[in-house]
C-alpha cells in the first residue's frame, strides 16, 4: 500500500463513495420516518382506541364522551386519557394540533422545529389566542406537533375526542378500534411506503457494493499474480500473503467508510430539520453492514492467493 498509494487512495475514494450513499440514505430514511410518526411516538400509551373505520389514523377518528366510561369500567384498563388530533392551519403555519391534557388552558406547546416562533409569543387559531412554549413533541404526517388543553381543542373543533389513550387490553367496545402504538405508526398514511421505498434503494446499494469492492480487489490480485507467484517461489507461506490481503482489504474498507461518515455528518448538519437523521446506532449498523459486505466480497480472490503458481515467477503459465 505504501508503495502503491494512488492505487489503493482511489480506491479507498471509491469505497467512501459508496458508503457516503449508503449514509446518506440511513439518514434520509431515519429522518423522513420520525417526521412522519415522531409525534406518535411520544404519546403516553400502549394502547390506542379509534373510532371504527378511522383505519387507526387519529385525524379521521371520533369517539362519543360514553366511550371513556366503558373503557374506565373495564378492570384490565388503567390511565385512560381522551385525545383530540386535527391538522390546522395558523398564520402560515400548519400544525399537527394535539389536545391533551395536562397543558394549561390559554397555552400552546409547539414542536422545536416550527419556525419563526419563540417562547411568549401569541398564536391565533380560529381567533383564540394561544400563548407559545416549545418542547420537543415531534411530527406527524412531516407537519410538527402544537399541543393544546383537550378543552381548548374541543373549543376549537366542536366535537369531544378523536381517540383515548390507555395502558392495558381492553375488551372489544362496539363502534371503536384498539390498536398498540405501534401498529398506530404503521397506520400512518405514507409512512410505510416511504420509508420502505428508501429501504429498498439502500439494500440494491449494499448489493451493487459488495460486487463492485469484490471485482476491484479480484483485478488487483490478477494484476499482482507474478509479483505474488515470486513470493511463493521464496518460501513465502500462504497465510503470510492472505493475512496481508486481508490488511490491505480493511484499511481500504475502513478508511473509505469513514471517509463517506466524515463527509455525510457535514452535509447532514446543513440539511433542514425533519429530513435527516443519523443516529450513532443506524451508523454503526450501516458501517458494519458496508464493512462486512466488502471484506466478504474481497474473500472470493482468497482461493486465487492460495492457488497461484510459484512456477510463473519464471513466466510459465499456470
Do not use: C
Not at 449508503?22 to 373510532?51: C, E, R, W, Y
Not at 373505520?53 to 388503567?78: I, M, Q
Not at 503458481?309 to 513466466?315: A, N, R, T
Amino acid at each position: 500500500m505504501r508503495h502503491d498509494r494512488v492505487r489503493f487512495g482511489l480506491t479507498a475514494a471509491l469505497v467512501g463513495l459508496v458508503a457516503f450513499l449508503v449514509f446518506m440514505l440511513t439518514g434520509l430514511a431515519t429522518g423522513l420516518g420520525q417526521a412522519g410518526v415522531s409525534g406518535l411516538g411520544k404519546l403516553p400509551a400502549d394502547t390506542i382506541v379509534f373510532s371504527s373505520g378511522a383505519d387507526k389514523v387519529l385525524s379521521r377518528s371520533a369517539l362519543p364522551a360514553s366511550t371513556e366510561a366503558k373503557l374506565r369500567a373495564d378492570p384490565a384498563v388503567r390511565d385512560v386519557r381522551p385525545i383530540g388530533q386535527s391538522m390546522v392551519q395558523t398564520q402560515g403555519t400548519s400544525l399537527a394540533l394535539i389536545g391533551l391534557d395536562p397543558v394549561p388552558p390559554g397555552t400552546i406547546v409547539l414542536d422545536r422545529s416550527v419556525h419563526n416562533v419563540k417562547p411568549g409569543d401569541v398564536l391565533t387559531i380560529d381567533h383564540t389566542h394561544l400563548k407559545v412554549s416549545l418542547a420537543d413533541l415531534g411530527s406527524i404526517q412531516h407537519t410538527p406537533v402544537g399541543r393544546v388543553s383537550l378543552s381548548t381543542w374541543q373549543h376549537l373543533e366542536g366535537r369531544n375526542a378523536s381517540a383515548y389513550l390507555l395502558h392495558g387490553k381492553p375488551r372489544p367496545i362496539p363502534g371503536a378500534e384498539m390498536a398498540t402504538k405501534s401498529a398506530a405508526i404503521d397506520a400512518v398514511p405514507g409512512y410505510k411506503a416511504e420509508t420502505g421505498t428508501v429501504t429498498l434503494i439502500r439494500g440494491f446499494l449494499l448489493a451493487v457494493t459488495a460486487l463492485l469492492i469484490g471485482t476491484v480487489f479480484w483485478i488487483f490480485t490478477l494484476q499482482k499474480e507474478p509479483s505474488l507467484a515470486v513470493l511463493r517461489a521464496t518460501g513465502a507461506r500462504a497465510r503470510l500473503l492472505v493475512g496481508s490481503y486481508l490488511v490491505q482489504v480493511i484499511l481500504t474498507t475502513v478508511t473509505g467508510v469513514a471517509l463517506g461518515f466524515a463527509v455525510v455528518q457535514g452535509i447532514g448538519a446543513t440539511m433542514p430539520a425533519g429530513t435527516f437523521s443519523l443516529t450513532a446506532t443506524s451508523a454503526a449498523a450501516a458501517a458494519a453492514i458496508l464493512s462486512a459486505l466488502a471484506i466478504a466480497a474481497s474473500a472470493a480472490s482468497l482461493r486465487r492467493l492460495l492457488t497461484i503458481d510459484p512456477l510463473l515467477s519464471l513466466g510459465r503459465n499456470a
